[in-house]
């Protein structure tokens, strides 16, 4: 089993910059993939950004292409999401995700433990 926990949500405005953090725990060395999601209120959840470990490669929705950062630190127990230049219509829960991520690293249903999600809000 793997635990995730995020931590780093809030309410900020248009244009500002947040960051949040994903920490993992237990059977880490199954992770092959850890990955951004996000829901909005009425809307089914979205993929954000992925980084698949072996080589480190990094996947964005076009949505956030350029204005988010996904990394790791710590040997792949901490995922961090650097959100800059954030809109309104970046609102919604984040949820961090890990598991295979395959075949699809945008596919929800190729990944095995979630966190319990973060509030994100960005007012105009």
């Known amino acids: 089993q793997v635990q995730l926990v995020e931590s780093g949500g809030g309410l900020v405005q248009a244009g500002d910059s947040l960051r949040l953090s994903c920490a993992a725990s237990?059977?880490?060395?199954?992770?092959?993939?850890t990955a951004w999601f996000r829901q909005a209120p009425g809307k089914e959840r979205q993929f954000v950004a992925a980084v698949r470990w072996e080589g480190d490669t990094t996947y964005y929705a076009d949505s956030v292409k350029g204005r988010f950062t996904i990394s790791g630190g710590n040997a792949k127990l901490t995922v961090y999401l650097q959100m800059n230049s954030l809109k309104p219509e970046d609102t919604a829960v984040y949820y961090c995700a890990a598991g295979r991520g395959l075949p699809g690293v945008s596919d929800s249903n190729d990944y095995t433990y979630w966190g319990q999600g973060a509030q994100v809000t960005v007012s105009s």
């Open positions: 237990g059977r880490t060395n199954s992770i092959w993939t």
